[in-house]
């Protein structure tokens, strides 16, 4: 059917052009405009009030629509009550107007818009972020795309929010079901994408939601560094490791940091008997903290324990521990070192031997194989360097026994290393470790290759001293920052640190040196060199000292006390004596057997746990002395 065409007056614009255009139609215009503009402003407070008076009616209304119907009688009767009381006071209708038109301008006055939403920068940002996406979250034949060039990011970005300065803070993403989110790599590459782009040199937390196909990064502040040593609320057998976020673990201790007290979060790691993970494997960057986080697991171990140092660095950091109740050696040497280890492999065995007996028995364990005894080896693969030099046997061998076995004899096993000299670890330090930690700064890689797992965080270039991942187990991976703890006795140590970490320091058994060795204040260092320190005298079975220190010599080493071969002069002391007090089973060799077996009938008639002592002395040479608080002098 044809149309029909419509009035020439509709069609044909040209006469109300003319109109438009006439001068009078444009002054009245300009009148109206002025009248109205007036108007508005002589009737603004009337508007607004009535503005407000509709308002309450509303609000009104609606709360008389919630109000339950048995409630409304009781209402009604209370409103009514009021308008009564309000006519019988004097001026009470007149009060009642001017109250009601102030709630009216109150209510009706403008209120300017909330902002919701990005703002343009915020969206670029938003944009850009989805466009990189794109590659990893589409595929060919995906009709329903959340991801595609130009898309619209508002579907696959389901929640998000800014700082300050406009950096994504948090950001949740819906992600197709058909990407691969069980496998590590595809989530490392999504996670690289967001990390650049959300902005590098801060560090992110990414939860995927694989049930829900949901990614959450949110931006991690950094770990608070100011929680030092001091004695930490734990159970026997809990060791602090460091502190951690406070939604990554369930509970928390109450920590002094400065002047406050408050709850952190920390990362405790359980030892003993039923422990899962009896033994710790320390690996970082040289400089990252690792002497300091060994330095604070002794501090720790020293209030129920005894504790064996070997410092295969040689640096001294562990001076300030010599000579304390409860530390048995503080070996730096390779002679030292290889002395004090394969006593503690046998006196692993004696308590296995003796716990065992008393099982069969039906006696309790006895007394001196319960308490807990700690190797701390530091850096044991520059010993390894020195063994292979000399043609000596590798230390980490006299490991292998308390790694295997010291979760029931309650012998911990912690060692630190480097990641360059990681490959120098022996197969039972890889094998028996399974609690993890790595120090400074790693890649993803890294962490995963010691950890056994990436870390869910994107781990950035440059962290403080002492910041770190943890893995325990199978657990996930935590961030950690261990507690300050450093060497009373460096220089560098401000005045409170030393004094903290001094407190929590078990005393002397050893009277301190003359000439300021054992000075507290820390301030008298004595710089010795490590072939000067070998020089002095033989170690068990007639070897020269100096052969164990030869593969340092002439490198300064500065430590207030040298502290080497356990067994120097008394050859194995302690060992015997520990084997000789528990009968061994028929055809089994004895651990005094399988040690040089040196034991005097005075080592033989000392209780083990009971005060054997590896003793230091200031020219290097180190006895094994049970009780007596002799000091020992090479040159005396
Ligand atoms: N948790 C920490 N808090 C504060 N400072 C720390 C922390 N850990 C280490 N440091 C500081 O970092 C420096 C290096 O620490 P430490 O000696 O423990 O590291 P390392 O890894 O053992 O290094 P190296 O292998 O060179 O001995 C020291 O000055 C120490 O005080």
């Known amino acids: 059917m044809a149309r029909r065409p419509l009035p020439r007056i509709l069609t044909d614009s040209a006469p109300l052009a003319r109109m438009a255009n006439s001068s009078s139609l444009a002054r009245s215009r300009e009148l109206a405009r002025t009248a109205a503009d007036g108007a508005s402003d002589v009737f603004h407070p009337l508007i607004v009030i009535g503005r407000g008076l509709r308002r309450l009616g509303a609000a009104g209304r609606g709360r008389w629509m919630e ?40 209510a009706g006055r403008e209120r300017t818009p909330v902002e919701t939403g990005p703002g343009e920068a915020e969206r670029e940002r938003l944009t850009a972020l989805y466009e990189a996406l794109v590659p990893y979250f589409s595929a060919e034949g995906d009709t329903g795309l959340l991801y595609a060039h130009g898309g619209d990011w508002e579907r696959a970005f389901t929640e998000y929010a800014f700082d300050e300065s406009g950096r994504i803070e948090r950001l949740q993403l819906k992600y ?15 996670e690289q994408v967001l990390y650049a782009k959300a902005g590098r040199g801060r560090e992110y937390h990414f939860g995927w939601d694989e049930l829900t196909n949901q990614l959450t990064l949110t931006a991690l502040g950094a770990l608070p560094a100011d929680i030092v040593a001091q004695r930490f609320v734990t159970s026997p057998g809990e060791t602090v490791l460091g502190f951690t976020d406070p939604d990554a673990v369930q509970r928390t201790l109450p920590v002094t940091a400065g002047e406050e007290t408050r709850d952190a979060p920390p990362v405790v790691w359980r030892t003993g008997q039923r ?12 400089g990252t903290g690792a002497t300091t986080l060994l330095r604070s697991i002794a501090v720790q ?48 065995e004696r308590r296995l031997i003796a716990a065992n007996r008393a099982r069969q028995a039906g006696r309790p364990a006895p007394e ?190 500065n430590i207030r006390k040298s502290t080497t071969p356990a067994r120097a002069e008394a050859g194995a002391a302690a060992e015997p004596t520990r084997a000789a007090e528990a009968p061994e089973p028929a055809g089994r060799p004895t651990p005094a057997g399988t040690s040089s077996g040196a034991g005097t009938p005075d080592d033989a008639a000392e209780p083990v746990g009971a005060g054997a002592r590896v003793r230091t002395v200031k020219d290097g040479a180190s006895r094994a002395v049970n009780g007596s608080p002799e000091t020992v002098r090479a040159d005396g």
Do not use: N
Request: hydrophobic share 40%; proline share 9%.
């Open 275 to 286: 422990s899962t993970e009896p033994h710790l494997l320390v690996l970082g960057q040289p």
């Open 368 to 557: 001196d194989t319960r308490r807990p005894l700690w190797i701390i080896a530091d850096r044991p693969t520059a010993l390894a360097h020195v063994a292979v030099a000399e043609g000596r046997e590798d230390p980490q061998q006299w490991l292998q026994v308390p790694l295997r076995h010291g979760r029931a004899a309650l012998v911990t096993v912690v060692v630190a290393d480097q990641f360059e000299s990681a490959e120098l670890l022996s197969d039972p330090v890889r094998a028996h470790t399974k609690a993890r930690v790595v120090l400074g700064p790693a890649t993803a890689e890294e962490v995963r290759a010691v950890l056994g797992a990436p870390p869910h965080t994107t781990p950035t270039a440059h962290v403080p001293p002492g910041r770190g991942y943890a893995r325990l187990g199978s657990a996930p991976v935590l961030r950690l920052q261990v507690p300050a703890t450093p060497d009373p006795l460096d220089d560098a140590t401000g005045q409170p640190l030393r004094e903290a970490v001094l407190a929590l320091l078990p005393e002397r058994t050893v009277p301190a040196d003359d000439g300021g060795a054992g000075d507290e204040t820390g301030t008298a260092h004595e710089t010795v060199t490590a072939d000067g320190a070998g020089a002095a005298g033989p170690v068990a079975g007639g070897e020269p000292e100096g052969a164990a220190g030869s593969g340092d010599a002439g490198r300064p080493v």
């Open 176 to 190: 197709p079901a058909y990407f691969t989110d069980g496998e590590d790599q595809a989530r490392v590459r999504i």
């Open 67 to 106: 109000t339950p119907r048995e409630s409304r009688g009781p209402m009604a009767f209370f409103v009514g009550a009021c308008v009564l009381v309000m006519f019988l006071v004097p001026y009470g209708p007149l009060l009642a107007l001017i109250a009601v038109m102030g709630a009216g301008a109150w």
């Open 301 to 348: 171990a020293l209030q129920d324990g005894d504790v064996l140092i070997v410092d295969g660095g040689g640096t001294g950091e562990y001076g300030a521990l010599a000579g304390r109740r409860g530390v048995l050696g503080v070996e730096s040497g390779l002679a030292g070192a290889l002395a004090a280890l394969e006593w503690a492999s046998h006196e692993t």
